[in-house]
């Protein structure tokens, strides 16, 4: 495997490992909410939040270097991007 591609697996890892286990983790894993998300209420937040570390729908489009590192989804009528 040439070096990029082992590179590319690693970030995937390390990107999926964070998603997929939530917004605060351990001292080096955390997430940050913009103001307008952590605005729309608990609710809102909780299913961002799940919706996040559910996500699997990576493809070429929006993973074109196979990192994970880029997602989307609607809630409410509202475009969300991570």
Known sequence: MAAREELAVRI????????????????????????????????TVRECVRLVTEFSDFDADNDPHGEHDFGSFELGGDAFFW
């Open 12 to 43: 995937r890892a390390l990107n999926d490992r964070m998603r997929m286990e939530g917004p605060v983790t351990d001292k080096s894993s955390h997430w940050h909410l913009t103001t307008g998300v952590s605005q729309l209420g608990t609710d």
